[in-house]
């Protein structure tokens, strides 16, 4: 198994994005809760060397020890947060905000959202969303889903209810321009688009001139 399919490459992500920097022995102590074997203390300052090297990590002084931090916390948000992200920054009424994030989820994964869900957004939850309610069989497989992913892991409580979008188009604001600008968001791609801030934009080529 590879160093980028190993599983324990995104618990130590995920140990970084939660505590921001931290040292190897710190890191080891984390990644070894829980376990029947500590992990040793060289096998985690290899995983950090190599991210270092991988441009994932960076190394950072702090006498007397070294410590580590993600080089660029934003590419290892999720889709919650990308979409939360999204939702804030797309001129909208805060209190359309959360059914938005409600609707642009709906859109993406083409299925109800746990409260779970929404809150991982970071955005306030409305108290008179639609539910809806699931048969156990699909709300477990659901919640499989959720948990598939170390780094991305969801926990939901059980009994966690489960919403679909408003009715009402007041209610929403624009899902389409949260989409996108969640997609740029993950590509790192506001300087291709066409209302990019001045001086962000790439030239691109026209027509037949290339």
């Not at 991988?54 to 993600?70: A, D, F, I, T």
């Not at 779970?116 to 699931?134: F, G, N, S, T």
């Not at 659901?142 to 009994?159: C, D, I, M, N, T």
């Not at 489960?162 to 009402?168: I, Y």
């Amino acid at each position: 198994m590879s160093l980028v399919e190993d599983p324990l490459r995104d618990q130590l992500i995920a140990h970084l994005r939660k505590l921001g920097s931290d040292s190897i022995s710190g890191v080891a102590r984390a990644l070894s809760e829980g376990r029947d074997k500590p992990i040793h203390r060289l096998t985690v300052a290899g995983y950090l060397s190599a991210l270092a090297e991988e441009g994932v990590l960076r190394e950072v002084r702090r006498p007397p020890s070294k410590h580590y931090q993600l080089s660029n916390p934003n590419q290892h948000r999720d889709l919650y947060e990308r979409v939360g992200q999204a939702v804030r920054e797309v001129p909208m009424a805060v209190e359309v905000r959360g059914a938005t994030a409600l609707a642009a989820l709906h859109r993406a994964l083409g299925r109800p959202v746990f409260r779970a869900e929404l809150q991982r957004a970071r955005l306030p939850v409305p108290d008179d969303l639609p539910r809806v309610v699931l048969g156990d069989e699909e709300r477990r497989r659901v919640r499989l889903a959720l948990q598939k992913r170390r780094l991305h892991a969801l926990e939901v409580p059980k009994g966690d209810p489960m919403f679909v979008p408003p009715a009402e188009p007041e209610r929403v604001g624009p899902v389409e321009e949260v989409l996108k600008r969640a997609l740029l968001i993950a590509c790192d791609a506001d300087h291709l688009a066409e209302d990019a801030p001045r001086g962000r934009q790439v030239a691109l080529p026209m027509g037949d001139d290339e």
